[in-house]
Each structure stands twice: as structure tokens, then as C-alpha cells.
């Protein structure tokens, strides 16, 4: 459909093979604008450099290719005033080629030559997406440099650690922040790798057979900013693995995030209290004056599922078509697009709450049982030559007795120690402090403040090489 089809298939850029007009059910499920609509700007920019590569290859004159990128810059300038509704075109590459042709009259008719949808559309998802995968890696730098900040704010803070959802030992609060900070490096290098994987030039590959004439695919690939140029033309119209890739890498900042939203809505809650989200970041209830709920973590956590639904979407698509192009691809961009929004809106909140989040150490310490500091005395055992299974059951028993008798581990008598296990002494009851048990872990990755304060660094630097060096490789600068 296009031009004055109205929708029938009368006037389409395929419309010649056909004598009857297209059957009124079929009429919306073969419309494409309103998801590829978006694309106009890619569109619009592989056209230029198809309209230039038509020149050098002597398949247009001059003037001809001068007269169609006078047109495609009218082009552009009506569809940046306000994309037109209500019209009949069947996709974004139909609506660009009929108003082209409303500005430049009948030489827009040669812009396609040599050149298929198959080929265009993958150019400007490429290029949309390579563009899009550099707005997401920024946005989940963003997180990161909010992670830095609390994380900062957090060394001289210690909060029970968790394993089970049970209290395990005692660590800097820093250290748990940190925690989430290094899986979104991770991320950062999936986003990269997809966006690599994206900047491979699909154009000039055509319907599956490659171009007839002699355009120059390495000069297409540099105007372009494509890294390489696709090897076999009949798998580069189908292959959108490096989509794949993309919305995988999407999937993993969506489940990094929902972890981190589900600690922030446990260390939130009025039965950990460890933790304010910002009043920017919550909502009241309906009903109950009295709440705060932490939706943006809700919100949060909830979306990855989505994400996830996403990449399934796509690899189910992919996984029994045939060679060549299929239409069943049309459904690949709704996919992406809606990732991409998701995680754009996401993210901005993710880096805003964590900014404002605000520790209550009071209740940190209400929080700190004796028991996180039970391997600190099986270690008090080792230390002394005890073998470490043999400390281990001791502090067990030793655990079981300040259960029974409802006394503190550090208040049991020294002799009931020594009844278990005759090594212990009265130096035992060095063991039983906070700061003491995360300086004891001085190992590199460990809780000690050198340990944590040289994670720090290391994590700044991370950020800033993203920031200043490794991203500009990503970009191929």
C-alpha cells in the first residue's frame, strides 16, 4: 500500500503483480507504520547514502542524485514538523518513497533501484539500534555512578549479609552496594558486544541475491558508520541475531535491576528498616494514609519480566524460518523498540533513587545479630590449630546453647566454652565486635576498609575507562 493505494494494495511498491486489490482483513495485518514509523530518520539517512552510491556507480547522473537528496532533505523537514496520521502507507519505507516522490517528482522512482525492503529495513534497524544500544549502555552508566555515590556514603556502615535470606555475617554496607555495581560491567560488555554485532552493513545485499549494479559497499559502510560489511547476501536479510543479542543483553540489566529493586524493597520495609527510599520514588495508598510503598522498586522488578518475554518472542520467531527473508520478521521490532523504551524509562529512576536513598544506622545495628559472628569464632578455633570441621560443630553446639538458655554468645560464662572446647580462653571475647569481623577479611573482594576502599577505586576507574575509553572503542572512534 503507499501513494494512492488507499490501503488496497493498488499503487504499493509491489502492487504490479497484482490484478484484484487486497482483501479488506488482510488490510491492517500487513501494516507496519505504526511500529516502524520511528525508523524515519535511519531510513532517510541510508537513502542519502544510496542515492550517492547510484551516482558513483554511474547507474544515476549527477543532477539526479542531487535533485533526490534535495528531496529526501524536504523529506525530512516535513516529517520532523509532525509525523502524519491517518495515512495509508504500509510501512515507513512506502510513506518516505511517496512523499519523495511529492518533492522531487518522478526521479524518486529511481532511488530504489538495485535495492530492496529487505535490505533497507535491516540497514536502519542496524543503525537504529547501534544508536540505541549506546543511549542504553549510558543509561546503565548512569545507574552505576548512583551505585558509586551510595556506595561512598556507605564504608563506615555495617548491616547484617545475607545468604537465604537468613543473616550470614557481618559487612560494610558499601560492600552490598558494590555488589550490584559489578554485575551492570557485565551488562555494559553484553550492550557492547550487541552493538558490534549490529554494525555489520546489510546494504546492498538486495532481496537475497545482492546488488546488480556496482556500488561500493565500503564507502556505503563508511558514510554509514558500519564497522564491516556483511559477507552472503541471502544471510544478511534474515539475520538479526545480533537482535538477539541486544535484547539479551536488555534481559540481564532487567534482572540486575529487579535484584537490586527486591533488596530495596526488603531493606525498606519497616521489618528490615535498613533503608529510605526518596519520597520522589514512592507512592500512598488508596486506602491507608499511613503507607509508602516503594513502586519504583515494584515497577522495577516487574519489568524484567518483560524483557525476558521479549527475547523468547524473538527466539522463537527466529528459530524455524527458512533461508531468505520471511515477513514473519516484522514482528522483530515491536520486540527491540519496546526493551529499549522500557529500559529507558527504568533506568533514569533506578539512578534517581539511589541517589536519594538514605541509610538508618540505628536500626542497622538493632539488625546485628551475635550469630553473623559464629564463623568468626570457628576461625578464632582454626587460629589456634583447631581443624576447621572440628570448629565448626563446636560453634555449632556453642550456637545451640545460647538458644536454649536465651543468652548472647558473647555473654555465655567462659567455662561453658571451655566445657565444649578447652582452647578458648578469655580472648574470646575479642571476637565480638562489628568491626573487628569485616576487618578480618582483608583478602582483595573482601569486607576490610582497604579491601572495600580499593574495590572503590577499582570501580571508578571501571566506570571511567566506560566513560572515556573503552566506549569510544565500542563506537569505533
Not at 319 to 330: A, F, H, M, S, V
Request: aromatic share 6%.
Amino acid at each position: 500500500m503507499g501513494g494512492k493505494g488507499e490501503g488496497d494494495g493498488k499503487g504499493a511498491l509491489w502492487g504490479g503483480r497484482f490484478e484484484g486489490g487486497m482483501a479488506p482483513a488482510m488490510v491492517p495485518l500487513n501494516l507496519s507504520l505504526d511500529v516502524d514509523g520511528r525508523l524515519w530518520r535511519q531510513d532517510l539517512e541510508g537513502s542519502r547514502a544510496w542515492a550517492r552510491a547510484l551516482g558513483q556507480a554511474e547507474v544515476l547522473t549527477a543532477d539526479e542524485v542531487e535533485a533526490l537528496l534535495v528531496g529526501l532533505d524536504r523529506v525530512e523537514a516535513r516529517l520532523a514538523e509532525g509525523f502524519p496520521s491517518q495515512v495509508a502507507d504500509e510501512d515507513i519505507h512506502s510513506l518516505v518513497e511517496r512523499l519523495l516522490g511529492e518533492e522531487a517528482g518522478d526521479v524518486a522512482g529511481k532511488l530504489h533501484t538495485g535495492r530492496s525492503r529487505n535490505d533497507q529495513v535491516a540497514t536502519d534497524m542496524r543503525l537504529w539500534g547501534m544508536e540505541a544500544l549506546e543511549g542504553m549502555s549510558q543509561g546503565v552508566q548512569e545507574v552505576m555512578a548512583s551505585l558509586l555515590e551510595l556506595a561512598q556514603r556507605s564504608v563506615d556502615l555495617v548491616i547484617p549479609g545475607y545468604t537465604h535470606l537468613q543473616q550470614g555475617q557481618p559487612v560494610r554496607a558499601a560492600h552490598w552496594v558494590l555488589s550490584h555495581y559489578w554485575p551492570l560491567t557485565r551488562d555494559l560488555e553484553r550492550l557492547a558486544q550487541a552493538r558490534e554485532a549490529a554494525a555489520v552493513l546489510p546494504l546492498g545485499c538486495g532481496a537475497l541475491a545482492g546488488c546488480p549494479f556496482p556500488v561500493d559497499r565500503e564507502v556505503l559502510r563508511d558514510e554509514l558508520g558500519f564497522h564491516t560489511v556483511s559477507e552472503n547476501s541471502m544471510d544478511t536479510v534474515s539475520d538479526r541475531d545480533w537482535m538477539a543479542d541486544a535484547l539479551y543483553a536488555g534481559a540481564m540489566v532487567g534482572s540486575h535491576l529487579s535484584r537490586l529493586g527486591e533488596d530495596l524493597i526488603l531493606f525498606a520495609s519497616r521489618e528490615f528498616g535498613l533503608l529510605r527510599i526518596p519520597d520522589g520514588f514512592s507512592t500512598g495508598s488508596s486506602l491507608m494514609p499511613q503507607k509508602r510503598n516503594p513502586d519504583v522498586a515494584e515497577l522495577i522488578r516487574g519489568k524484567s519480566g518483560r524483557f525476558t518475554g521479549n527475547l523468547v518472542s524473538l527466539l522463537t520467531i527466529l528459530k524455524g524460518l527458512p533461508t531468505g527473508y520471511n515477513r514473519d520478521l516484522q514482528e522483530d521490532k515491536r520486540l527491540l523498540f519496546d526493551t529499549v523504551d522500557q529500559l529507558g524509562l527504568i533506568l533514569p529512576a533506578v539512578a534517581g533513587t539511589l541517589r536519594g536513598a538514605e541509610w538508618n544506622p540505628s536500626r542497622a545495628n538493632e539488625l546485628l545479630s551475635e550469630e553473623l559472628l559464629a564463623t568468626d569464632l570457628a576461625d578464632y578455633l582454626v587460629r589456634r590449630g583447631v581443624p576447621f570441621r572440628t570448629s565448626h560443630e563446636v560453634v555449632g553446639r556453642l550456637v545451640a546453647l545460647s538458644e536454649k538458655e536465651g543468652v548472647p554468645l558473647s555473654q555465655l560464662p567462659l567455662e561453658r566454652y571451655q566445657a565444649i572446647h578447652p582452647t578458648f580462653d578469655e580472648s574470646v571475647r575479642d571476637v565480638f565486635r562489628w568491626e573487628s569481623s569485616v576487618e578480618a577479611r582483608k583478602a582483595p573482594g573482601g569486607t576490610a576498609r582497604a579491601a572495600v576502599e580499593a574495590q572503590l577505586a577499582q570501580a571508578r576507574e571501571t566506570l571511567e575507562a566506560w566513560k572515556v575509553g573503552h566506549r569510544g572503542n565500542v563506537a569505533g572512534d
